[in-house]
């Protein structure tokens, strides 16, 4: 008897966004889990540079202190520090519709496939 494997087919893959920095407004955040445990998943739609209306994403741990992802891409969104009471806890729902700046750069996954990912947001 013979086991054949096969590459996974290509799912309907996204146009990639060209390395670059953006104009951008967060239009989602949510949560969800995956093989790194919880996230927080933030959707940006971009505007301009050819790129109007295509949407990439940042993902990040839920966990919030000072020297987190999610306390940089927070302070970022809000143009300022967080307070005391933000470090205790904040609404990141308040903040879908803030625009910003993006850094999109190309990645490459597990399987070989390349995306578009936010690596830094900016206000």
Same mark, same amino acid.
């Given at each position: 008897?013979?086991?054949?494997?096969?590459?996974?087919?290509?799912?309907?893959?996204?146009?990639?966004?060209?390395?670059?920095?953006?104009?951008?407004?967060?239009?989602?955040?949510?949560?969800?889990?995956?093989?790194?445990?919880?996230?927080?998943?933030?959707?940006?739609?971009?505007?301009?540079?050819?790129?109007?209306?295509?949407?990439?994403?940042?993902? $990040?741990?839920?966990?919030?202190?000072?020297?987190?992802?999610?306390?940089?891409?927070?302070?970022?969104?809000?143009?300022?520090?967080?307070?005391?009471?933000?470090?205790?806890?904040?609404?990141?729902?308040?903040?879908?519709?803030?625009? $910003?700046?993006?850094?999109?750069?190309?990645?490459?996954?597990?399987?070989?496939?390349?995306?578009?990912?936010?690596?830094?947001?900016?206000?």
């Amino acid at each position: 008897m013979s086991i054949v494997v096969k590459p996974k087919a290509p799912s309907g893959a996204a146009e990639l966004v060209p390395n670059d920095t953006y104009n951008a407004k967060l239009t989602e955040v949510w949560q969800f889990e995956n093989t790194y445990g919880q996230r927080l998943g933030f959707e940006f739609t971009l505007g301009g540079k050819g790129v109007e209306g295509e949407k990439v994403m940042l993902s $990040c741990s839920p966990n919030l202190s000072p020297k987190s992802k999610l306390a940089e891409v927070l302070r970022s969104l809000l143009g300022r520090d967080l307070t005391r009471d933000e470090c205790q806890g904040i609404d990141i729902e308040e903040l879908v519709g803030t625009e $910003c700046r993006v850094l999109v750069l190309q990645s490459q996954g597990k399987s070989g496939q390349l995306f578009s990912n936010v690596e830094q947001v900016f206000r």
